[in-house]
């Protein structure tokens, strides 16, 4: 646990200035076909300082965490923003206050040996191997990552924190009657490390079974029609593209480099069954994925309020796109580690749910398809995107039908959403997300309910 060495020196922080101690831990174990392709553990820390003066950030880091390594970094950093300051001469307004986020989550570390995680991988790995002997390949992973911090700045924050997560990923391949290799990857996922998540490998052979059923789906699957057809989106689509291409655009630091999402605020966006929120660590009384009490520049977190009803009403921000914008910060900045600068990032961001049942969604389809899971996805500044679909099925006459192979969805988001007629009241999370935006990898939540829309499908 890492220990507060920095509030001593609150009495002396002139200016805005942070100081933050932080520790990630990363832990994998990777089998595939029996063969071991990963096996790691690392831990990485030190502290840094960032100071801001006339509009500039003054930046020092350490790999040590003492008095002496605090001192030298917050007096680098001191000189670092005064030299900025000087040479450069364009002077702005200064950042805006926040109140002071006092928050502390409990103190957990009750992580795994590596040696009893590599027994445990080994244990699912062979139920597997005996179950379903006659895969084409088979791969299963474990990995838990943490990020610990300690935090003060010059305005009155305080913060400890510690976040961990762990997931179980699995992975069968197949032989199909036409001879290809088919594919089907799920997952399992939840906050605390490895023990606290998953008391023995049986608790996990129900996901495996239910893994194989559906790669024997998928198996016997068909490559959909490619063309603008209607479909009905799952939560892992509904918060790949709640992420993706409604996320990064309004993301302030992205809006000022020229998003769509900046000449769009106030104006429709989508269908007025859409909205999209932010959330910093709870939502309908339930905690989050990724579970921001104060971000890392010491605001306290609030709950962005991105599309309502289906017009775009805001943006998420740090205190430097905050003063750009002439607004409050959101509690939106976020580091990947002691070295990193924070900047704007999601915390859990999700579709909210509607009114509808999925299965009368299903039944209002003539022909079209049910989209379930994804592999991947990506999106620019326009909203424009492309998603990898790995599972699915088609919906004929209101019913399910056959699965479908490995295909893409794309489009349009802000035109997209404008087809949505039909949303769901269930909210579904996937906490095991890692997003890496300007090279900083970091955890996120992402979630939906499922939506019917328009969208263009790919064929084989």
């Keep these: 646990m ?8 609150k009495p002396k922080l002139t200016g805005h200035t942070e100081l933050r101690a932080q520790r990630n831990l990363s832990r994998m174990v990777y089998i595939q076909s029996g063969n071991v392709r990963g096996n790691s553990f690392a831990v990485e820390g030190g502290m840094s300082a960032r100071v801001y003066d006339g509009g500039y950030w ?3 880091s350490d790999t040590s965490y003492d008095g002496k390594a605090i001192e030298n ?5 001191s000189r670092n923003a ?5 040479k450069l001469g364009v002077k702005h307004p200064p950042l805006p206050s926040a109140p002071p986020g006092k928050f502390a989550t409990k103190p957990n570390e009750n992580d795994a040996e590596q040696r009893a995680v590599m027994e445990f991988t080994r244990e699912l790995d062979s139920y597997i191997v005996k179950k379903y002997p006659g895969l084409a390949a088979r791969t299963v992973a474990m990995i838990s990552d943490a990020a610990e911090k300690v935090i003060v700045t010059s305005d009155g924050a305080d913060l400890y924190s510690m976040l961990p997560r762990a997931t179980v990923y699995f992975s069968l391949c197949v032989t199909a009657p036409d001879g290809t290799v088919v594919e089907y990857s799920d997952f399992d996922h939840g906050t605390g490390f490895i023990p606290d998540r998953y008391s023995s490998p049986e608790a996990l052979f129900s996901k495996i079974d239910e893994t194989y059923e559906k790669l024997m789906q998928k198996r016997e699957g068909v490559f959909p029609d490619a063309g603008v057809c209607d479909v009905i989106i799952d939560s892992n689509l509904g918060g790949m593209l709640a ?4 996320g990064h655009p309004t ?7 020229g998003s769509v999402a900046g000449p769009n605020l106030g104006k429709s966006v989508a269908s007025e069954l ?7 660590n709870t939502a309908y009384g339930e905690a989050l994925p990724q579970n921001v009490l104060v971000d890392d520049e010491g605001t306290p977190a609030r709950d962005v309020k991105i599309i309502e009803n289906g017009v775009l009403r805001g943006f998420m921000h740090s205190r430097d796109t905050a003063r750009h914008f002439d607004t ?6 976020r580091a990947e580690s002691f070295q990193a600068e924070p900047i704007v990032r999601m915390r859990n961001t999700a579709i909210l749910p509607g009114n509808d049942k999925l299965q009368d969604m299903i039944a209002s389809v003539d022909n079209g398809y049910f989209l379930t899971q994804t592999g991947n996805g990506s999106a620019d500044l326009t909203s424009e995107f492309m998603f990898g679909v790995t599972m699915g099925y088609e919906i004929k006459k209101g019913k399910l039908g056959r699965a479908i192979r490995d295909t893409t969805v794309s489009g349009v988001a802000f035109d997209m959403l404008k087809t949505v007629t039909m949303v769901s009241d269930e909210l579904c999370w996937n906490g095991s997300g890692t997003c890496g935006k300007s090279g900083q990898s970091m955890p996120v939540g992402m979630g939906g309910p499922s939506i019917k829309c328009k969208i263009t499908i790919g064929g084989r």
């Design 58 to 60: 003054g930046v020092a």
């Design 82 to 86: 005064k030299l900025l300051s000087t």
């Design 243 to 246: 992420h993706e291409a409604i």
């Design 251 to 257: 993301e302030a630091d992205l809006v000022r480099s």
């Design 274 to 280: 859409i909205s999209i929120t932010d959330f910093a």
């Design 2 to 9: 890492l220990q507060d060495l920095l509030s001593i020196y």
């Design 73 to 77: 970094a917050l007096a680098a950093a």
């Design 328 to 333: 409050e910060p959101t509690g939106n900045a």
